[in-house]
């Protein structure tokens, strides 16, 4: 078992005492003194990243503001945000994760959408309609004449070269 016992002063700052309870094979308890430097102390135990040795004094905190907001389910919440934030109109519900409209009367800025482009109104960018006709025309006649196209589709039948034949 371990238990500490205070701390003492010195000239260079402040030593701990650590007393150490062991127990010898009698029932008889002894006890051992050991001192720990202040810093070795200070760091045992600590959690890595979790905890922070500095005091908050002389620290000049941000000015804030609290912002409200309420879901269509009726949940009402209070978000901190910095005074040179620029506040939005919506946020998402921290209970149901519905969206949730400012309290405070700011209308959120309807987005103007561009209407959805086809591959079709592409085209008609660059070519007009009888332009397409044509080289429909022109690509379905090469196709026919065996001039493009998949191989299978240009391979000689056996019924057509029988009859020819």
Known sequence: ?????????????????????MRPMSNWATQATKEVPMAERTLRGAR?????????????FAARQQVGYRCPQGHEFEITMSDEADVPAEWECTRCGDVALSTSGIVPVEKVEK????????LLERRSVKE???????????????????AHLH?????????AG
């Not at 209407?115 to 592409?122: A, E, I, L």
């Open 132 to 150: 397409l006709e044509e080289i429909l025309a022109e690509r379905l006649g090469m196709l026919r004449g065996g001039e493009i196209g998949p």
């Open 115 to 122: 209407p959805v482009r086809t591959h079709w109104d592409m």
């Open 1 to 21: 078992m371990v238990a500490l016992s205070g701390f003492e002063k010195q000239t260079n700052g402040y030593r701990v005492t650590q007393c150490v309870w």
């Open 48 to 60: 890595l990243g979790g905890q922070s040795f500095e005091d908050e004094r002389g620290i000049e």
């Open 155 to 163: 391979r000689p039948r056996k019924r057509a070269a029988a009859k």
